[in-house]
């Protein structure tokens, strides 16, 4: 119906689009939500809850339940995430990989990291294979910066792995039709056929774990709701090819600094903040970011901002503000009126600072320790 699709949003893989309403996006999909329940077991066994589940940055799952039923059976889980090359990494891409290396340390267990330069070379973000490899390994910099163990985490790239992941890629690929593909994805005669076959790709590391032993393992894949479509396909295909299927924790997507509806994306560089962002940079864009204040600092005193329309609000909440007394009080003091716009974003500016500074520094050291972990044919 056209007229019901004026106010509509759109979420895949490769487009995001409008305001999302994630309390449908979830009926959508026909994903579970992440309740209070699950996350007081999640504090029972971990003995904390990282700020990104306890306030619902990750608010969706498939099967996560389960996964902890089996962690405490004495079954551990490997986790699975990913990263499509591209040259800027942003703030919003590190969501999964924070909670990923949280789970990690909770968990101790397994992850392995996919990087699907093939992805980007196929979906024409890269002209060449090699720049895609090139972009991938200062990628892998910025991933091993997030502090995974390097005991316990493989990171590999498509092109370099795929000796081992064709066999089962090609095992997924044989239960996926082109309907099901342009069901999901919307697919057509245009899209060429590297498109068509890379959902198999993305599969393949949920099982990677069960061959590796030699019997079934469960799959925990912490990721952004956006990646759901490929892991839905996967799902159908695990118990065909007698593995379990993969479980995943959703996250909603970081806002774009010129407000919900705005796109974060790479090609618009003022609505995102990159992790080689300089502080002069950094300032400029969160200075020009669109907030929930009101037109007028008087105004904004009588009569209080939004902190839920704020994408600077969004950006404490998402992850720049651990501490959940000091978040509460930045909402509190914002409804009130007691705090207005341009302090609260040089507080943030100043916190992005620190926080890309420390990245920068531990991305230095990563560069001497590529090789403990990476797997590649
Ligand atoms: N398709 C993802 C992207 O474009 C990359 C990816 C591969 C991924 N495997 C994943 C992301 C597993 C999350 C979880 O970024």
């Known amino acids: 119906m056209p007229g019901e699709m004026a106010d509509?949003?759109?979420?895949?893989?490769?487009?995001?689009?409008?305001?999302?309403?994630?309390?449908?996006?979830?009926?959508?999909?026909?994903?579970?939500?992440?309740?209070?329940?699950?996350?007081?077991r999640v504090r029972r066994i971990a003995g904390e809850v990282h700020p990104m589940l306890a306030r619902g940055i990750f608010y969706s799952h498939r099967d996560f339940n389960w996964i902890l039923d089996e962690y405490e059976k004495g079954?551990?889980?490997?986790?699975?995430?990913?990263?499509?090359?591209?040259?800027?990494?942003?703030?919003?891409?590190?969501l999964p990989w924070i909670l990923t290396k949280w789970l990690q340390d909770k968990f101790h267990v397994k992850l392995y990291f996919q990087i699907t330069d093939d992805e980007k070379y196929l979906f024409k973000d890269f002209d060449s294979l090699d720049d895609a490899k090139k972009i991938a390994y200062d990628n892998i910099l910025d991933i091993i910066a997030t502090g995974f163990d390097p005991k316990l985490t493989k990171i590999f790239l498509d092109t370099e792995y795929i000796g081992h992941l064709y066999p089962v890629a090609i095992r997924v690929s044989k239960?996926?039709?082109?309907?099901?593909?342009?069901?999901?994805?919307?697919?057509?005669?245009?899209?060429?056929?590297?498109?068509?076959?890379y959902t198999s790709i993305q599969a393949v590391p949920c099982f990677l774990e069960s061959i590796e032993q030699g019997s079934n393992v469960p799959c925990l894949?912490?990721?952004?709701?956006?990646?759901?479509?490929?892991?839905?396909?996967?799902?159908?295909?695990?118990?065909?090819?007698?593995?379990?299927?993969?479980?995943?924790?959703?996250?909603?997507?970081?806002?774009?600094?010129?407000?919900?509806?705005?796109?974060?994306?790479?090609?618009?560089?003022?609505?995102?903040?990159?992790?080689?962002?300089?502080?002069?940079?950094?300032?400029?864009?969160?200075s020009n970011a669109l907030t929930g204040g009101r037109p007028t600092v008087e105004e904004h005193r009588r009569l209080g901002g939004n902190p839920d329309i704020c994408v600077v609000y969004a950006n404490y909440?998402?992850?720049?503000?651990?501490?959940?007394?000091?978040?509460?009080?930045?909402?509190?003091?914002?409804?009130?009126?007691?705090?207005?716009?341009?302090?609260?974003?040089?507080?943030?500016a100043d916190k992005i600072v620190d926080y890309l500074r420390k990245h920068e520094e531990r991305k230095e050291k990563a560069r001497d320790h590529v090789d403990e972990f990476m797997l590649r044919d």
Request: hydrophobic fraction near 35%.
């Open 8 to 40: 509509e949003f759109i979420v895949t893989p490769w487009e995001v689009k409008g305001v999302i309403d994630y309390d449908k996006l979830v009926e959508r999909f026909g994903t579970q939500r992440i309740d209070e329940t699950m996350i007081e």
């Open 75 to 94: 079954n551990k889980f490997a986790l699975y995430t990913g990263r499509g090359p591209s040259s800027g990494v942003h703030v919003g891409h590190m």
């Open 175 to 197: 239960h996926v039709t082109f309907s099901i593909t342009r069901a999901v994805f919307g697919f057509g005669h245009s899209n060429n056929v590297g498109e068509i076959f």
């Open 221 to 286: 894949i912490p990721c952004g709701i956006d990646q759901d479509p490929h892991f839905r396909i996967a799902r159908d295909a695990a118990p065909l090819l007698g593995y379990y299927k993969p479980a995943l924790l959703h996250s909603k997507l970081l806002p774009g600094l010129r407000g919900f509806g705005e796109k974060m994306s790479s090609s618009q560089p003022e609505t995102v903040i990159f992790l080689s962002d300089g502080e002069k940079q950094v300032r400029h864009k969160i």
């Open 317 to 348: 909440q998402f992850i720049f503000e651990p501490d959940e007394n000091h978040l509460k009080s930045v909402y509190d003091t914002c409804r009130s009126g007691a705090r207005i716009c341009g302090d609260c974003k040089v507080e943030l």
